[in-house]
């Protein structure tokens, strides 16, 4: 037994609310609405508290609790309930066989508007109609990595805050800015976008395409893509303020998204990207 956890042994026990059929996406959907969301793993658990949302609960194998003592010290985690049990409690409460789980709760914060998003960014990166949650997470991760201010979602993306988005960008997603555009606002929240100063690049493998690597990057930008395969809509395409391309070997037929994502964001940051990179060896980092 370790101080500080409570161990459960009833798969009915109420405390246990929070983690009920996580495999179900409109069951879970349903449930969590906009109160709360859901993180798996030590590293996205720690990013979620290090976000500012606030904990709600922690539930654990027993084998993970001595690994995460350290995490129950942080003082953000002063009055969160930590809770272990068995895998067969376990397995009966989040509903499939999950090995050894490192879960948490949190609560969600309230979504920027695409203006005030806009108004505060340089860097943005846009996503229409993305619906596979490994796609959205590995963006998220290199949007961050890259420096981008905030992402940009149509009404047909998956629900950021959903748990394997969290768990794929490694709780990245968790820190960035993310505002979603309203059903009557599609694609029309691009409109806004420009009005705010932004070029919008839509990404597609057209040769006709402007070329990313000639292009000289605007003072403020944003980067579209579609989902795997269809790529973006004839709508997205045509208010966005330039069709742009990755030159690639003509022996491949295009990239993964997630994987065109972290190339293009990296071409419009590269400036700054430099720029740190420099300041880091000019002062001996």
């Not at 194998?61 to 010290?73: E, G």
Request: glycine share 6%; with cysteine; proline share 5%.
């Amino acid at each position: 037994m370790v101080d500080g956890v409570t161990y459960i042994d009833d798969p009915a026990d109420d405390r246990l609310d929070d983690y009920r059929t996580l495999n179900n996406v409109a069951a879970r959907s349903e449930m969590e609405g906009d109160a709360f969301f859901m993180g798996e793993g030590y590293v996205p658990i720690d990013r979620m508290i290090d976000s500012g949302h606030r904990m709600r609960s922690v539930l654990l194998h027993p084998k993970r609790v001595n690994r995460f003592v350290a995490t129950m010290a942080r003082p953000e985690m002063e009055g969160v309930p930590v809770y272990a049990a068995e895998q067969s409690v376990l397995a009966e409460t989040v509903g499939f066989d999950m090995y050894r789980p490192c879960l948490a709760s949190a609560d969600r914060l309230p979504m920027p508007t695409v203006a005030a998003l806009a108004a505060r960014s340089r860097r943005l990166v846009v996503l229409e109609a993305l619906n596979d949650d490994q796609n959205v997470g590995a963006i998220a991760r290199a949007a961050r990595a890259f420096g981008i201010d905030g992402m940009v979602l149509s009404p047909t993306c998956d629900d950021p805050y959903r748990r394997r988005i969290v768990r794929v960008s490694m709780g990245e997603i968790l820190h960035l800015p993310v505002a979603r555009a309203r059903a009557d606002d599609w694609p029309s929240a691009l409109h806004t976008l420009h009005d705010a100063g932004f070029d919008t690049w839509a990404l597609t493998p057209d040769d006709r395409a402007s070329n990313l690597w000639g292009l000289a990057v605007p003072d403020r930008v944003a980067v579209l893509l579609g989902a795997e395969g269809h790529g973006l809509t004839d709508l997205a395409m045509d208010a966005a303020s330039r069709r742009v391309r990755i030159p690639i070997s003509a022996d491949v037929d295009s990239l993964n998204v997630g994987h065109a994502a972290a190339v293009a964001l990296a071409a419009i940051t590269r400036s700054a990207i430099t720029r740190s990179d420099s300041t880091r060896s000019d002062s001996g980092g």
